[in-house]
């Protein structure tokens, strides 16, 4: 069956640094990946999207590559800011009804 | 900008009373879903709808019951509230042209 497995958080942050956030996948075929994006007491939000292998999605200055060698889609920004704070989920499309499973959930915290 | 909508935000009841939670979405979309997000924040789904007075269960076994009357409306039932049903609720929705889910912004609901 399908799966996502994200890397469990909290990742505490200064202001300025790098961040990854792995996200690896187990599916049949090659399905649509997204990263959403959960600010406190909000829904989900879409980060960014990949429909096929070797698509980049970006947004904000997040990115994320669909490497279909290695099933992952890892989150990555070069440069975080305090507003970044929030929690990131991994999904992947299973069907024809944009039904998604999610990974559990990453917790992003900046620091000044 | 997705326009999905949820009412209450808030909702904090006692134990027997019957309560539910209204989701509309002005985006003509014809899938609609509801997920539960524990405190540990993973997303649950548990129901969803491709059209007008078609309703499934989702992954999650859920006591409450959902409707589809309307496209653009979604509600969500819980006929005889419990603490367990503490917890917050999500709902989304999705077209056929992007694959991706649109959120609204939760009901947060305490049974007390």
């Known amino acids: 069956g399908n799966s996502v497995t994200q890397m469990e958080g909290p990742v505490t942050l200064s202001e300025e640094a790098f961040l990854t956030i792995n996200c690896t996948y187990t599916a049949t075929g090659y399905p649509s990946l997204f990263w959403y994006v959960q600010y406190p007491g909000e829904g989900l939000q879409l980060l960014l999207k990949a429909t096929k292998a070797d698509d980049k999605g970006s947004n904000k200055g997040f990115e994320a590559t669909y490497r279909k060698e290695t099933t992952s889609f890892h989150l990555e920004k070069g440069s975080v800011q305090v507003s970044d704070s929030a929690v990131y989920f991994c999904a992947l499309r299973r069907n024809a009804g944009n039904m998604l499973t999610f990974g559990g959930g990453t917790r992003l915290m900046v620091k000044p | 900008e997705a326009d999905i909508y949820q009412t209450p935000r808030y909702l904090v009841i006692g134990t027997g009373k019957k309560i539910t939670l209204e989701c509309s979405q002005t985006?003509?979309?014809?899938?609609m879903y509801w997920y539960q997000q524990d405190p540990g924040m993973e997303l649950h789904l548990i129901h969803y709808s491709y059209g007008v007075n078609s309703t499934e269960k989702g992954d999650l076994s859920s006591e409450s019951t959902v409707s589809r009357i309307r496209t653009e409306h979604f509600p969500l039932t819980l006929e005889s509230a419990r603490p367990s049903h503490t917890s917050q609720y999500l709902c989304?929705?999705?077209?056929?042209?992007?694959?991706?889910?649109?959120f609204g912004p939760g009901t947060r609901l305490t049974v007390t």
């Open positions: 989304a929705s999705s077209g056929d042209r992007d694959y991706e889910q649109y």
């Open positions: 985006m003509g979309h014809d899938k």
